[in-house]
T-cell receptor, first 111, second 115 residues
Framework: SQKIEQNSEALNIQEGKTATLTCNYT??????LQWYRQDPGRGPVFLLL?????KEKRKERLKVTFDTTLKQSLFHITASQPADSATYLC??????????FGRGTSLIVHP | EAGVTQFPSHSVIEKGQTVTLRCDPI?????LYWYRRVMGKEIKFLLH????????ESGMPNNRFLAERTGGTYSTLKVQPAELEDSGVYFC?????????????FGPGTRLTVL
């Protein structure tokens, strides 16, 4: 069956360091991969989209890589800040424009 | 510009009762989506409207769930009769034509508790 895996354990890092979150998937051939941020009591907020033929995408302090051979995406936040603390969701889309979400990884940035 | 709004923010009902959730999309967004997150699980797709038409309702769990979008503006999701397993957070999202801009904007969600 199709599976999207994100680390269920929270990632704790120190302010100023780079946070790296992982999204692995199996039995899936996504056309797009998206990353969302979700804060408690709020809906997900779209951050970045990367296509299957793209290796890397950047937006300000965010960088996403997409390796369709390894079936993995890495999400990096450089120069992390306490305000970056949130849950980050990976979502895959086979081209139907309906994302299939992972459970998310919580990031905690300590001052 | 106002974002996607949902009402109510919380609803607590007893098993067997009926609940209606409402979603107001961003003005001008023809595409409207409903999702649900059950505790401890991932967000799952329920259905997709384009204007007033149901484009994809493959995620609707059963016929106790009825979604409508009369006039192609706001949408309602009715659960009748509610069961314990319907508890969770129901999210609505809207977008422009995804062929043009593949980005959905989510509302804050409605937390439904069925006792």
């Amino acid at each position: 069956s199709q599976k999207i895996e994100q680390n269920s354990e929270a990632l704790n890092i120190q302010e100023g360091k780079t946070a790296t979150l992982t999204c692995n998937y199996t039995n899936y051939s996504p056309a797009y991969l998206q990353w969302y941020r979700q804060d408690p009591g709020r809906g997900p907020v779209f951050l970045l989209l990367i296509r299957e033929n793209e290796k890397e995408k950047r937006k300000e302090r965010l960088k996403v890589t997409f390796d369709t051979t390894l079936k993995q995406s890495l999400f990096h936040i450089t120069a992390s800040q306490p305000a970056d603390s949130a849950t980050y969701l990976c979502a895959l889309d086979r081209g139907s424009y309906i994302p299939t979400f992972g459970r998310g990884t919580s990031l905690i940035v300590h001052p | 510009e106002a974002g996607v709004t949902q009402f109510p923010s919380h609803s607590v009902i007893e098993k067997g009762q009926t609940v209606t959730l409402r979603c107001d999309p961003i003005s001008g967004h023809d595409n409207l989506y409903w999702y649900r997150r059950v505790m401890g699980k991932e967000i799952k797709f329920l259905l997709h409207f384009v204007k007033e038409s149901k484009q994809d309702e493959s995620g609707m769990p059963n016929n106790r769930f009825l979604a409508e979008r009369t006039g192609g503006t706001y949408s309602t999701l009715k659960v009748q009769p509610a069961e314990l397993e319907d508890s969770g957070v129901y999210f609505c999202a809207s977008s422009q034509d995804p062929l043009v801009v593949n980005e959905q904007f989510f509302g804050p969600g409605t937390r439904l508790t069925v006792l």
